[in-house]
């Protein structure tokens, strides 16, 4: 999943390509105008008219340009110095690389220069030797003899033809004139008159309209002179061209009887070679401009100077911007790498910049940036997982805390690694105070932990033969209580082996459910006792009894004594029985509780009339002693089986303060109830000063049968249970210890508030 990057990152990122096309723009547009100027000077040096036409104004344009360059490099370098006063990251780096880049472009450039001024400088004064002069005056010389002589041969040349063509009329001369044409090898002959009237020609002038006339100086030059050359064409000519010729006008020889105006005058062209017309230019073009140079010999040395100095001074400039450009360009790529590394370190994986160039740098700041990217997706996946985990987790733990069940986490020494809060419940140990210890350090839970870790020893056993995954066993352990003493707890347990090596250990409290059974069991017990006893019990009393009527006063005094005596044991006995068998039918047949609002003082007060000790009583009991919290509000209940409850625990607890039917100095029971906000329920206290419960029948006080009395039948507590099982109450049993002894025993009772009143209730007093 991609996240953007925000406004500010962008603003930031478009201010930077702006500035940096700018600069772009700029930079392009100094190079490109250098380079410019470096041509027009270079061409202008070349022609030394177009140099002093435009050396003032191309050495202000090239000022001009050099001073832009040299304004953008001192803001670059006062940017850098600033980044580095600063402190700022990545302006070392930048200033290093500008620096080599700059050296790179300054040291050969300055190293060209000087081997470069010293070049010019002694060049050009070994142009102007004396014997490059005396060579080009020879050249010239030699130009000169070599056209005069072609001159005077095509001279002799045309007298000889002219001679010929005297008697010939002029209706005829042009098949003569082209005949010494082809004769004479020239490219052009033509005969004018002496006024300048062209009369015949051959050659190229006869496809002309109107052929060139000789000059009327040059006619007149003719006649008084006989034969007049002259070259024309090398003013006109240019190299590789063919415009240099050789003209010359001869006089036509003429009988003494013609009229001057009939004299005529042959013209003949001949073309000179292209290589003598060129090479006699090159060498006057050559010898004009050394002349012109000789005379402005310091002036040439400045002003190849001037555009080297100028062309160096724009060279070093634009190598100092660039490598400043060039560095910037390096250098912000690793720059920006380096500070996303720095942001990434420190742990924020936001999205980073990237370049969108398509060079190597541009492509490691997108990899960066995607693999940044991937980074902030894996983490984000990471926190969405572990806010996951966290919330099954809490959800879990949560589910561990509130079940009934004991939870509790062994390594594979046995050390509690966790527990939940249904551990300690059930164990009555604080076992989240042991975590880290090995579970034999609980506190009267050794011979538990000994068997769990058999169940364990002998699972891995199991589990190589038959591959069984847990195992299941119950425990009965003797946990402390509330009180003082120790109760019997029936634990189921389970225990598996987790994947990590670790060991699971899952148990439950199921005293209630075996006390349940038991009771169930008892209750079978004791309804089909009550059955099949007592219907014989009837017989047999109706038959003693009719036996004592048939006898009476048939026997002696002897007799009869033990006649009334058997019949009132087996009629005393019968009576017994039958008592015995409807303790059996009203534990089996105890009916279920009509739960209803019952205030628990007043019930406590009523039941307190029945054992006020009165001053007739033959056998004094032990006295009862109440302490009734006011503030306690109603309970749920059934009033009659509350009633049958606090007797049975009174009485109970009065036959404990007992020894042979006599009550110990200073015996008492207490009675106490006590409101318990925090839990929203009632307590019911019953307490003695007898000697306590004994460790075995502490450990099953609540079982049928089971009793210390020599006339008891055991089932006192075992009604109290079931009673206390039908209005969902706790009950509780422990002898009160005091320096070590036991000084009597205790039962206490836990109940629930009435709904409907329970949040109304304001305690009286």
Partial sequence: MGISINRSEKQALRAS???????????????????GLLVLMTQATGNRESYNQSYEWLTLVNAVVAGGLLITIVWGAVKLLLRLRRGQFGSRLLVKLAGIFALVGVIPGVLIYVVSYQFVSRSIESWFDVKVEAALVAGLNLGRATLDTLSTDLSKQARA????????????????????????????????????????????????????????????????????????????????????????????????????EDKRLLQVTQDLPPTLVNNALEVQSAYREYQERALAREGLRRMYIGTLTLS????????????????????????????????????DLTPKMALQGKDELGGLTRSFADMTQQLLDARTHEQRSLLQLETARGNLQTILDNLTAGVMVLDAQGVIQSANPGATRILRVPV???????????????????????????????KEAHE???????????????????????????????????????????????????AQAWGEVARRLA????????????????????????????????????????????DAMKRLVNEFRDYARLPSADLKPVQLNALI??????????????????????????????????????????????????????????????????????????RSRVRLTVTDTGPGFEPNILKRAFEPYVTTKAKGTGLGLAVVKKIADEHAAKIELSNVMQDGDIKGAQVSLSFALDSKVGNTHQPSH
Avoid at 203 to 218: D, H, I, N, V
Wanted: charged share 20%; proline share 5%; aromatic share 4%.
């Fill in 17 to 35: 390509r702006a500035s940096r096309w700018l600069l772009g723009l700029g930079a392009v547009a100094m190079v490109v105008i250098g380079l």
């Fill in 468 to 518: 069984l995954d847990h195992w299941q066993k119950s425990f009965e352990i003797h946990a402390t209580g509330q009180g003082l003493s120790e109760t019997a707890v029936t634990l189921l347990a389970r225990g598996a082996v987790l994947p990590d090596g670790m060991r699971l250990l899952v148990f439950d409290d199921i005293s209630e459910i075996v006390s349940a059974e038991r």
């Fill in 312 to 347: 160096l001074f724009l060279a070093v400039l634009g190598a100092i911007l660039l490598a400043v450009v060039l560095g910037n360009q390096l250098a912000r790529p690793l720059l920006l790498l380096a500070h996303g590394m720095r942001q990434v370190a420190s742990g």
């Fill in 605 to 678: 007060s009523d039941l307190m009339v029945l054992y006020a000790n009165e001053p007739s009583d033959q056998v004094p009991r032990a006295p009862v002693i109440t302490a009734l919290d006011p503030s306690c509000p109603p309970i749920l209940g059934d009033e009659q089986q509350l009633r049958q409850v606090i007797h049975n625990l009174l009485q109970n607890a009065q036959d404990a303060c007992e020894v042979k039917g006599v009550v110990q100095q200073g015996a008492r029971v207490g009675l106490r109830t006590e409101w318990h906000a925090s």
């Fill in 531 to 574: 059955h099949e006893i007592k219907n014989p019990l009837t017989p047999i009393q109706l038959s003693a009894e009719r036996l004592q009527r048939k006898l009476m006063g048939k026997l002696d005094a002897l007799d009869d004594a033990v006649l009334h005596k058997s019949v009132k044991t087996i009629v005393d006995q019968v």
């Fill in 161 to 260: 033809a002219a001679a010929q063509l005297s008697d010939v009329a002029d209706v005829s001369a042009g098949i003569a004139l082209e005949k010494m044409r082809e004769q004479m090898g020239v490219s052009d002959a033509v005969l004018w008159t002496a006024s300048g009237r062209m009369v015949a020609s051959a050659g190229q002038s006869r496809f002309q309209m109107r052929p060139e006339r000789p000059p009327l100086q040059q006619l007149k030059d003719a006649r008084q002179k006989g034969s007049v050359e002259w070259v024309e064409g090398f003013d006109e000519a240019i190299p590789g061209g063919d415009k240099g010729r050789i003209k010359v006008l001869v006089l036509l020889p003429q009988s003494g009887l013609a009229f001057d």
């Fill in 432 to 462: 989240a105070a042991h975590q880290g210890l090995p579970l034999p350090k609980l506190p009267g839970l050794e011979s538990f932990a000994q068997g769990v870790a058999e169940q364990f020893a002998m699972l891995r056993l199991d």
